[in-house]
């Protein structure tokens, strides 16, 4: 008997560690204290400890109902009625009963010390009492606009947003037959500076199980790159396939992957980006809390695992490599940017009084500066929604925060503008996009139709709203912009003085730009990009390689990735 009852206790241990660990493989909780996910991952295990030491008991309970000696059952042969009756038996021979009183008072005691633990972790970490802590989660400086936002030439501006890069990445692997019926797009389009150029990257997803069973022993072909500028869209294919993505499943899965390999680091979503080579990478940025136990939650660092071969490292978020463009989450700035506006003299004051309160607008967009991607969005008054009080920039990789007080209308208001403008057109304006003009701030928005594309660009002062400068290509609008303004129409980005070249032609390529062939060409020993609108020459369409021209150009005093053509012949 007592062999009986030890597999009895080893087979529910067994049982209870096979769904633990299942639990655990489905929810991937940091073995963390600080982790919420870790808390409920022990209360739900320790249920499951119960719950199979219960059934291993009524089992043994039930099973020796009959057998234990005291209680018979049997039929009277003379009346057919059921009859109870009792049988003694040998002390030795009875099997012990297990009492559940224990293993309850135990199991029950320790979920309620967890609950308790989440209980006080939380009233520790509000607000009410760590207001001046959530205002410091974020450090603001004063910026000077002209000084810290080069003005740039509007051949650079980018004109894609997310919406339209997905479109863009639809049609591309729309057109690669040999892939559209097996993969799918993930919906990632992060957006990067590859190579000093604004760029949207996502990679590729299995369509179902049944083509990843297919083909996840060759891994994901390819990944989607769209130039934010051209609107060119490329799929880049790769010499080995990405083993490692969203859409895997078992180890191979990135979160799975990154949790065995890292068990004890918190963090939540993973995002794509490629490396100034072109390598696909997951990055996982960690979590930090550090407000109470687990509030005021910030980054510390992040797991970077390449898409091709799994090998994953962790940094420190001061050692973490350039090319890294988005290590921190918008949304997670946006929230600490509105605790640092609302707690600015106390918790008493963001309810009462509310002096110097402040909140972001309801939106932001990106802006590609020295090679990094800061966030742009706008901040006003609690007390009004009409306009703003100024605007913030945050570096999403190092986290630096300039604030710059330019009083204007909040975006909405822009956005309703350029609308205003083209009314009759019915187009939809997309989220702005803060630039330098002029040495004045200043929103450029994009316009679509119904269908999604873009038709027209606008230009509106920030702090004159009224002011619109619309048009079909970009030059167009920033002329009327300008006009609008009462501006002499002067070349942007500093010293534009006209400058002649002459060559041969190296290589050559076209794309559409705001409904217009653009040609892009390098000359043999030089590595500058030159630009050539349609418009120049009629003979553009014919240029090859090998042809000897002569142009004139203008470049920045800092000069930019795409030098524009002014004028050009064909000798």
């Known amino acids: 008997m007592k062999k009986r009852s030890f597999f009895s206790v080893f087979g529910g241990i067994l049982v209870s560690a096979v769904i633990i660990f299942l639990l655990y493989y489905t929810m991937l909780p940091a073995i963390n204290l600080k982790s919420q996910d870790f808390i409920i991952f022990l209360i739900l295990s320790t249920l499951i400890i119960l719950t199979v030491n219960f059934i291993t008991y009524m089992k043994e309970f039930l099973s020796g109902l009959g057998s234990r000696g005291n209680v018979r059952v049997r039929q009277n042969p003379l009346t057919g009625q059921i009859q109870f009756e009792t049988e003694e038996r040998e002390p030795d021979e009875v099997t012990p009963r297990r009492s559940m009183a224990r293993p309850l008072k135990i199991g029950f005691g320790f979920i309620g010390i967890l609950i308790a633990l989440m209980v006080v972790a939380t009233i520790i970490g509000i607000p009410f009492f760590n207001a001046t802590r959530y205002r410091d989660l974020i450090q603001m400086e004063t910026g000077d606009f002209s000084a810290d936002v080069a003005e740039i030439s509007m051949n650079q501006i980018p004109v894609v947003d997310k919406d339209t890069a997905t479109r863009l990445g639809s049609r591309k692997l729309g057109e690669m037959t040999e892939l559209v019926s097996q993969f799918e797009i993930e919906n990632n389009y992060t957006q990067i500076n590859y190579n000093g150029i604004p760029y949207r990257v996502t990679p590729l997803s299995y369509a179902d199980p049944i083509k990843w069973l ?332 090998g042809d000897r021209i002569s142009f004139t150009y203008t470049e920045d005093e800092k000069p930019a990735a795409v030098a524009e053509i002014t004028e050009i012949k064909k000798q």
């Open 214 to 545: 297919y083909n996840q022993k060759k891994g994901l072909p390819a990944y989607i790159t769209v130039n934010m500028v051209t609107q060119q869209t490329d799929l880049v294919w790769l010499e080995n396939g990405m083993k490692y993505s969203p859409s895997e499943y078992f180890f191979r899965n990135i979160y799975r992957h990154i949790r065995f390999l890292y068990p004890t680091k918190m963090f939540e979503e993973v995002s794509f980006e490629i490396d100034d080579e072109g390598t696909p990478y997951w990055v996982a940025p960690t979590i930090q809390y550090r407000i109470g136990w687990w509030s005021g939650k910030d980054i510390d660092g992040a797991i970077l695992v390449n898409a091709v071969t799994g090998e994953a490292n962790y940094y420190e978020k001061d050692q973490v490599p350039q090319w890294i463009d988005q290590l921190y989450d918008s949304d997670l700035i946006i929230s600490q940017l509105d605790d640092n506006g609302l707690f600015q003299n106390g918790y008493i004051n963001s309810i009462f009084g509310q002096k110097n309160v402040r909140r972001t607008t309801y939106g932001y967009n990106y802006l590609a500066l020295d090679d990094d991607v800061y966030l742009y969005t706008g901040m006003s008054s609690v007390t009004g929604d009409q306009s703003n009080i100024g605007f913030v920039l945050v570096n999403l990789r190092t986290k630096a925060t300039k604030f710059y007080a330019v009083p204007g209308a909040t975006e909405a208001s822009a956005m309703a503008s350029a609308q205003g403008q083209v009314q009759h057109l019915k187009y939809s304006a997309t989220f702005p996009l803060l630039l330098n003009v002029s040495d004045r701030p200043t929103y450029f928005i994009s316009l679509k139709d119904d269908a999604g594309l873009v038709k027209m660009y606008a230009f509106v002062d920030v702090e004159q709203y009224q002011i619109v400068g619309t048009g079909q290509t970009i030059d167009e609008a920033r002329k009327n912009y300008r006009t609008a303004l009462n501006l002499e129409d002067v070349e942007t980005g500093g010293s534009m003085d006209a400058l002649e070249k002459a060559g041969t032609v190296d290589a050559v390529a076209s794309v559409v730009v705001s409904g217009n062939t653009c040609y892009y060409f390098t000359l043999t020993g030089s590595d500058t990009v030159y630009a050539a609108m349609v418009t120049l020459n009629e003979n553009l369409p014919f240029l090859e390689s």
